[in-house]
């Protein structure tokens, strides 16, 4: 399965679409609504940056009843910065995929320079053989460190989050368990 989701994904081109937000705390990165994130200070980290929420770019047929249209998957995905300059984000993606397992993919992001820059194409560099921009048809809503249950990333996070796409249904991956299971490179868990 997991094959056939990297496979999935190489497979087209799109501007990458991602929305970063931190925590509440020192870490907290200021954002406006009328402006866009500047991804140079945000991906600039050396603390994993965990997916939060996730949802469709592009509505699907797939039916929520009411208010309660989020999908707890508690698959727990990160990505932590092993390189970067003004034009290059290169990242390592983590996926649990058993209890103490993880599929790691090597990344390099190409921001799409504006003032900030806002925007990547992220291409994978794990398969030297096809060295594809990443499709990407989702917003996603990544924070850094571990929130506690039921603690949710600043507002405006969530309202940058909620503009970029018009499906009803989101996917929340995280757990506060999958920051126990990261650690970084000295051996201290996130």
Same mark, same amino acid.
């Given at each position: 399965?997991?094959?056939?989701?990297?496979?999935?994904?190489?497979?087209?081109?799109?501007?990458?679409?991602?929305?970063?937000?931190?925590?509440?705390?020192?870490?907290?990165?200021?954002?406006?609504?009328?402006?866009?994130?500047?991804?140079?200070?945000?991906?600039?980290?050396?603390?994993?940056?965990?997916?939060?929420?996730?949802?469709?770019?592009?509505?699907?047929?797939?039916?929520?009843?009411?208010?309660?249209?989020?999908?707890?998957?508690?698959?727990?995905?990160?990505?932590?910065?092993?390189?970067?300059?003004?034009?290059?984000?290169?990242?390592?993606?983590?996926?649990?995929?058993?209890?103490?397992?993880?599929?790691?993919?090597?990344?390099?992001?190409?921001?799409?320079?504006?003032?900030?820059?806002?925007?990547?194409?992220?291409?994978?560099?794990?398969?030297?053989?096809?060295?594809?921009?990443? @499709?990407?048809?989702? +917003? *996603?809503?990544?924070?850094?460190?571990?929130? &506690? $249950?039921?603690?949710?990333?600043?507002?405006?996070? =969530?309202? @940058?989050?909620?503009? +970029? *796409?018009?499906?009803?249904?989101?996917?929340? &991956? $995280?757990?506060?368990?999958?920051?126990?299971?990261? =650690?970084?490179?000295?051996?201290?868990?996130?």
């Amino acid at each position: 399965m997991i094959y056939f989701a990297s496979n999935l994904i190489r497979s087209a081109l799109l501007p990458a679409v991602i929305i970063f937000c931190s925590n509440c705390g020192a870490d907290y990165v200021k954002t406006n609504s009328e402006r866009h994130l500047n991804l140079l200070k945000v991906l600039n980290t050396s603390q994993p940056l965990y997916l939060f929420l996730w949802k469709p770019k592009i509505p699907t047929g797939e039916k929520c009843v009411g208010y309660d249209c989020t999908k707890r998957s508690r698959s727990c995905e990160h990505m932590r910065k092993t390189g970067m300059d003004r034009i290059y984000y290169n990242h390592t993606v983590s996926k649990l995929v058993s209890e103490k397992t993880w599929f790691n993919e090597t990344l390099m992001g190409k921001f799409i320079l504006g003032d900030p820059p806002h925007k990547m194409n992220v291409y994978n560099v794990t398969d030297h053989t096809n060295p594809n921009v990443l @499709a990407t048809s989702r +917003c *996603s809503l990544y924070m850094r460190g571990k929130l &506690p $249950y039921r603690v949710y990333p600043p507002r405006e996070c =969530q309202f @940058a989050f909620n503009k +970029c *796409s018009n499906s009803r249904i989101t996917y929340m &991956p $995280y757990s506060p368990s999958c920051a126990v299971d990261a =650690q970084d490179d000295k051996g201290r868990k996130y």
